[in-house]
T-cell receptor
Framework: EDQVTQSPEALRLQEGESSSLNCSYT??????LFWYRQDPGKGPEFLFT???AGEEKEKERLKATLTKKESFLHITAPKPEDSATYLC???????????????FGEGTQLTVNP | NAGVTQTPKFQVLKTGQSMTLQCAQD?????MYWYRQDPGMGLRLIYY???????DKGEVPNGYNVSRLNKREFSLRLESAAPSQTSVYFC????????????FGDGTRLSIL
């Protein structure tokens, strides 16, 4: 059974204080690892897809990295508008026969104080 | 560009009442999904439709039914609502292709008394 564990559950940062969020996963074979951002009262918004160990993707102050067992979302010099819940999800190989299902972690709630 | 649209946004039901949650996407995606999100449980898949004309059970299908009305629309029905179905329900769609992400609507907040 595919499993995704995110840590920490909650993180408070001061504006400009860089940090990282962790996503540990167990999957029979990884087809893709996805990062989403979710604001209160909204649906998850897609950020990145990572496919293989060693891959990195960047968007503004966010950089996602992937190893064989975990992914990190690095936040550099965060701003208050980066406050949100960040979700990680995995899709297993062979998933096309089961609708390309995703298994989600519970998320990390990030608060950036001015 | 609307993306994924869910209606209604909020609903309160009494135990035993029935209700249909509506979802429509305008991105010409083949696959559509229904999730529920509960505190401490994350997003859990209820049902999905890999393509028009097909539907399959996800992780937590009991108490729900779905209909893929056409390529754009995928509805979720609660036949006899129970308090345990109080949750936020999200619909998502995805284009075919390895690694294609799912795109989500803004959810329906459902309370069952």
């Amino acid at each position: 059974e595919d499993q995704v564990t995110q840590s920490p559950e909650a993180l408070r940062l001061q504006e400009g204080e860089s940090s990282s969020l962790n996503c540990s996963y167990t999957v029979s074979g990884l087809r893709g690892l996805f990062w989403y951002r979710q604001d209160p009262g909204k649906g998850p918004e897609f950020l990145f897809t990572l496919y293989s160990a060693g891959e990195e993707k960047e968007k503004e102050r966010l950089k996602a990295t992937l190893t064989k067992k975990e992914s990190f979302l690095h936040i550099t010099a965060p701003k208050p508008e980066d406050s949100a819940t960040y979700l990680c999800a995995v899709q297993a190989t062979g998933g096309e026969t089961s609708g390309s299902r995703l298994t989600f972690g519970e998320g990390t709630q990030l608060t950036v104080n001015p | 560009n609307a993306g994924v649209t869910q209606t209604p946004k909020f609903q309160v039901l009494k135990t035993g009442q029935s209700m249909t949650l509506q979802c429509a996407q305008d991105m010409n995606h083949n696959s559509m999904y229904w999730y529920r999100q509960d505190p401490g449980m994350g997003l859990r898949l209820i049902y999905y439709s890999a393509s028009e004309g097909t539907t399959d059970k996800g992780e937590v299908p009991n108490g729900y039914n779905v209909s893929r009305l056409n390529k754009r629309e995928f509805s979720l029905r609660l036949e006899s609502a129970a308090p345990s179905q109080t949750s936020v329900y999200f619909c998502a769609s995805r284009e075919t292709g390895a690694g294609s992400p799912q795109h989500f609507g803004d959810g329906t907040r459902l309370s069952i008394l």
